[in-house]
């Protein structure tokens, strides 16, 4: 496999890796820590790809909308130019706070000049691609599913003809269509106009997002960029991931390959406390309930890491079929790193919870609990 760059979109439950190719060659649905759709990024022929085939005379970038998650890879020849954008619908219900993110992507392709031409690669393998995948060809969407696992489905959603996308048959654009992968069939009908208004809300909840972020007189956008990306591996409750893959080794060819879809306490710490600093109290508070709910309910030894809902267990599994990322195996789903002991990961939490409630006094009841949780703690690392 060539040496390829990713950019990512996401919506804070699951996220995408999209090549500069503007190939999906990673998605888990519908969580971060859920079985994948797409896996190229570990086994270009069994893992399952969503991209596009065009003539080499396209030039082809990538970029993501200004201080978005939103990401556009742009496909220009000297008569022809179009463009992919990629995102998941991520924005706040009026009049509550609560945020909707489902676990779908669309994929925008908006023409821009010319009558542009391509194919439509559509090679979901889904869970883990364990088992054979099967199509289901309605009207209104392709649904697929695996032998290996019936219950979870997808559907692709298209303004474009679906035998078209099935065959991969070449498509002539003429004006801008969109594709629509779901982890849900739609109770509504989809058209484009229902893209452009998920489009625009997604867009407003992004800029307002860096809006309320702390700005700096250097390296603005790099640091600007760092904080999206934090932000996408925050799991909605407050847990925060240490990746958003599996196996991608520490050494190409080497055994080091580990499945970081989990909250390791010193990495989320460091990462939450970040992000207070630059502005953002609402996810050091989700974060602070997050450990209250995982840690003060369970009054039991404590875990250098835990799943992204607080599951204490999380079983190593090795998926033998899949030849892992240039051919670097094995490929791991589990990590049984959460049996190891590292006294240092409650010290960051430790210097975090301190740093929180210097700043932002909770009520009685709260302090009570994260105090127990505190002298819990401290009686644990004591007794190691």
Known sequence: MDKLNYGVIGNCCTAALISDKGSIDWLCFPN???????????????????????????????????????????FVSEENEFAVVDFMPCYHLSDTSNCYRPAEIYRYIRRIKGTPRFKINYEPAPDYARGKTIFNTTSEYIETYSTSNSKDRQYLYSSLPLHDILEQQEVVLIKDEFLL??????????????????????????????????????YNDIIERSLLVLKLMSFYNGAVLAAITTSLPETIGEVRNWDYRFCWLRDASMSIETLFQIGHVEAARRFM?????????????????????????????VL??????????????????????????????????????????????????????????LTNVMSD
Request: aromatic content about 14%; proline content about 4%; hydrophobic content about 30%.
């Open 181 to 218: 992968l779901s982890y849900n069939e739609k109770v509504i009908p989809v058209d484009i106009e229902c893209e452009k208004l998920e489009y625009c809300r997604t867009l407003v909840y992004w800029l307002n997002w860096t809006d309320r972020t702390k700005k700096f007189k250097t």
């Open 289 to 317: 309930r997050f450990v209250q709910s995982t840690f003060v309910s369970q009054h039991d030894t404590y875990q250098i890491m835990y799943g992204i809902r607080g599951e204490r267990k999380l079983t190593e599994v």
């Open 320 to 377: 033998e079929h899949l030849s892992g990322y240039k051919n670097s195996r094995p490929v791991r789903i589990g990590n049984n790193a959460y049996h190891q002991l590292q006294n240092d990961s409650f010290g960051y939490l430790m210097d975090l919870i301190y740093q929180y409630y210097r700043l932002m006094p909770g009520t009685l009841d709260e302090v009570e609990d994260m105090w127990e949780m505190v002298k819990s703690i």
């Open 32 to 74: 971060f820590d859920s079985p994948s759709i797409f896996a190229s990024l570990l086994d270009r022929e069994k893992g399952g790809y969503f991209g596009f085939e065009v003539s080499p005379d396209y030039q082809i970038s990538q970029s993501y909308i200004p201080h978005t998650n939103i990401l556009s890879t742009n």
